[in-house]
């Protein structure tokens, strides 16, 4: 069995804001094949452990299967919230691409599943 390392892009979008002090995220799936991946690989320990740098709250997570998707909730995120956050960044919204550069290990064989499967949505 060959593994690789690949960032979440590779497999996945998100959406993310922020309430208060709180930054929530949604982690998508492009098919079933890449959310089996997401669900058992982006834990909420796994992605405490990607912002620790500078989030001294917990994560909470949702796994959110009929539409292929995690949700997480980081507390404590904005330093106090939007208003008082001395980052030169201070909203929820940009942490998205953050998530998606968070790296896992994967299954070679289970990467080209989730690559080469069609990908799901509104758009047919």
Do not use: C
Not at 29 to 41: D, F, M, S, V
Not at 46 to 57: C, K, S, T, Y
Not at 100 to 112: G, P
């Amino acid at each position: 069995m060959s593994t690789v390392r690949i960032p979440l892009v590779r497999i996945a979008h998100a959406r993310s804001g922020d309430k208060a002090d709180w930054v929530d995220f949604g982690l998508f799936a492009w098919n079933a094949a890449g959310y089996a991946i997401l669900e058992r690989e982006v834990t909420a320990e796994r992605v405490r452990q990607h912002f620790a740098p500078w989030l001294p709250g917990e994560v909470d997570a949702w796994p959110l299967p009929n539409i292929l998707a995690l949700k997480f909730v980081l507390k404590g995120a904005l330093q106090g919230g939007g208003a008082r956050n001395l980052r030169l960044d201070n909203l929820g919204k940009s942490m998205a691409g953050a998530l998606l550069r968070l790296e896992i290990e994967v299954d070679a064989s289970e990467l080209a599943q989730a690559l080469e499967a069609p990908r799901v949505g509104w758009w047919g």
